[in-house]
């Protein structure tokens, strides 16, 4: 794990799809928390709270505002992973932030939500 370098940025300073590069790819070690056939769940590699999960669907998603986005599989799937985070981890009864993505400039091109614990 300590050879991987973590990556946001491409060679000209944007941000880099970081989700199918590096962690769907399987180049990047990540701890995986839940997974289903649609989506993973795993610990961030620079967590800001006691529990940091990012949870991103398998499929390219580019973000929550895109059509792809839509898909009420893939939501069903997303609020599943949220829920099976929190029970897994110990949070839900103490409340969770849920944070996503919304194509915003330099923000990962893939939608992802964050799950964190309070602070």
């Known amino acids: 794990m300590s050879e991987y370098l973590y990556q946001a ?3 000209q300073g944007r941000k880099r799809d970081w989700y199918c590069e590096d962690v769907l790819s399987g180049s990047a070690p990540i701890d995986r928390v839940y997974e289903d056939d649609l989506v993973l769940a795993f610990r961030h590699p620079r967590p800001q709270a006691p529990v940091h999960v990012v ?3 398998k499929a390219h998603t580019p973000s929550l505002l895109g059509p792809e ?10 609020i ?9 981890l110990k949070i839900g009864s103490e409340g969770l932030t849920l944070t996503a ?4 400039p330099g923000v990962t091109p893939h939608m992802h939500w964050h799950v964190t614990s309070p602070l």
């Open 101 to 104: 993505n919304a194509g915003a």
């Open 80 to 88: 599943g992973a949220v829920q099976e985070v929190a029970r897994r």
């Open 9 to 11: 940025l491409d060679a």
């Open 69 to 78: 986005a839509r898909d009420p599989g893939l939501l069903v799937a997303m």
């Open 55 to 57: 949870i991103i669907p």
